[in-house]
T-cell receptor, first 111, second 108 residues
Framework: DTGVSQDPRHKITKRGQNVTFRCDPI?????LYWYRQTLGQGPEFLTY????????KSRLLSDRFSAERPKGSFSTLEIQRTEQGDSAMYLC?????????FGAGTRLSVL | GIQVEQSPPDLILQEGANSTLRCNFS?????LQWFHQNPWGQLINLFY???GTKQNGRLSATTVATERYSLLYISSSQTTDSGVYFC??????????FGQGTRLTINP
């Protein structure tokens, strides 16, 4: 088992462009989470899937953000019309019990 | 929502020293995890400890759920222990709420 995998590790984009991140959870983990972490802060919850169902979304997840987990395995997080304030580390985690395991994150820089 | 406060925010120690990091939370929780974030941003699981005491090598943790705090002990610190330590709690709905972290620097 290779753990939670995120791709890409780094993304630099221009303001107004769309970006998509991918997360592959630990196999057989039915729960998948997205968090965002800005410099000097702890991670903040964005959204959560159980299998393919998106069960909760944070107020942080504006209309420009969408997340999917179409077959209950990998997940994608898309940000449309990126803004400089979207610059952050986007972290994915998965669990099958109470313990969440995190990937290495995707660091997004919006110029 | 639930509040999580960690102290101290920064801690600078010499190699070999011991340290205690504290996490206070404002309401009862179902889950508490301690993480170490390395310089590359990876969050490493240290403990799942909603109550009681656990030890893993030089690290140990204690959570007193009735008093709403948890402590992380690091003994005989090494330079590789440097990084940010986060406490995170889950109250409901599976989402973790993180504290602001303690930045630990171990000097050789």
């Amino acid at each position: 088992d290779t753990g939670v995998s995120q791709d890409p590790r780094h993304k630099i984009t221009k303001r107004g462009q769309n970006v998509t991140f991918r997360c592959d959870p630990i196999s057989e983990h039915n729960r998948l989470y997205w968090y965002r972490q800005t410099l000097g802060q702890g991670p903040e919850f964005l959204t959560y899937f159980q299998n393919e169902a998106q069960l909760e979304k944070s107020r942080l997840l504006s209309d420009r953000f969408s997340a999917e987990r179409p077959k209950g395995s990998f997940s994608t997080l898309e940000i449309q019309r990126t803004e400089q304030g979207d610059s952050a580390m986007y972290l994915c985690a998965s669990s099958s019990s109470n313990i969440q395991y995190f990937g290495a994150g995707t660091r997004l820089s919006v110029l | 929502g639930i509040q999580v406060e960690q102290s101290p925010p920064d801690l600078i120690l010499q190699e070999g020293a011991n340290s205690t990091l504290r996490c206070n939370f404002s309401d009862s929780v179902n889950n508490l995890q301690w993480f170490h974030q390395n310089p590359w941003g990876q969050l490493i699981n240290l403990f799942y400890i909603p109550s009681g005491t656990k030890q893993n090598g030089r690290l140990s943790a204690t959570t007193v759920a009735t008093e709403r705090y948890s402590l992380l002990y690091i003994s005989s610190s090494q330079t590789t222990d440097s990084g940010v330590y986060f406490c995170a709690v889950e109250q409901r709905a599976q989402k973790l709420v993180f504290g602001q972290g303690t930045r630990l620097t171990i000097n050789p």
